[in-house]
Antibody, heavy 114, light 108 residues
Framework: QVQLVQSGAEIKKSGSSVTVSCKTSGGTRSNVINWVRQAPGQGLEWMGGIIPMFGTANYGQKVQGRVTITADESATTVYMTLSSLKPEDTAVYYC????????WGQGTLVAVSS | EIVLTQSPATLSLSPGERATLSCRASQSLSDSLAWYQQKPGQPPRLLIHGTSNRPTGVPARFSGSGSGADFTLTISSLEPEDFALYFCQHHSNWPRRYTFGQGTKLEI
């Protein structure tokens, strides 16, 4: 049973950075872990993904240059760091596992104030 | 960049009725279209992948169809728990990138 458990809510100031973690269990080391965010009352936006075992990541165009996705050496925890935060980055951030986004973390609220 | 447009934005139906949700792409797609259901305060749940494939545990009343640029999610007979938000999603194969539709709210 694949499980994804994310770190807790964050409150940040504009211009700072935030790192959200996603601890995986149940056999996702060779599968991709993606990050998807959802602003309040809005739709879903894919931010990027990584294959933890290989450490290679790719990113969505809207956040490219501000987002970095990494995995720890054991390939069981994936991190998403978003820098130069803006109020419009306020959203719930989800990690999602598997190529079809089959498995989802519980979500992490990141609130950015000006 | 492919744009996915879902219609209608809101669909008002009653339990027992049939729901038909549409997702139209800005260009012809391969079969890489998926559908997700999202309830308030919860993450999305995968309902359909590869246009018409249901993961284990998804009820048979959910079905996906379509080809080219027009895709449909059908719920054959609505149950009370089906009233939620639905998103379609396409991914490019390499590099892997994902695009979502803006969503359809299915309400009673």
């Amino acid at each position: 049973q694949v499980q994804l458990v994310q770190s807790g809510a964050e409150i940040k100031k504009s211009g700072s950075s935030v790192t959200v973690s996603c601890k995986t269990s149940g056999g996702t080391r060779s599968n991709v872990i993606n990050w998807v965010r959802q602003a309040p009352g809005q739709g879903l936006e894919w931010m990027g993904g990584i294959i933890p075992m290989f450490g290679t990541a790719n990113y969505g165009q809207k956040v490219q240059g501000r987002v970095t996705i990494t995995a720890d050496e054991s390939a069981t925890t994936v991190y998403m760091t978003l820098s130069s935060l803006k109020p419009e980055d306020t959203a719930v951030y989800y990690c999602a596992g598997d190529w079809d986004l089959t498995y989802w973390g519980q979500g992490t609220l990141v609130a950015v104030s000006s | 960049e492919i744009v996915l447009t879902q219609s209608p934005a809101t669909l008002s139906l009653s339990p027992g009725e049939r729901a038909t949700l549409s997702c139209r792409a800005s260009q012809s797609l391969s079969d890489s279209l998926a559908w997700y259901q999202q309830k308030p305060g919860q993450p999305p749940r995968l309902l359909i992948h590869g246009t018409s494939n249901r993961p284990t545990g998804v009820p048979a009343r959910f079905s996906g169809s379509g080809s080219g640029a027009d895709f449909t999610l059908t719920i054959s007979s609505l149950e009370p728990e089906d009233f939620a938000l639905y998103f379609c999603q396409h991914h490019s194969n390499w590099p892997r990138r994902y695009t979502f539709g803006q969503g359809t709210k299915l309400e009673i």
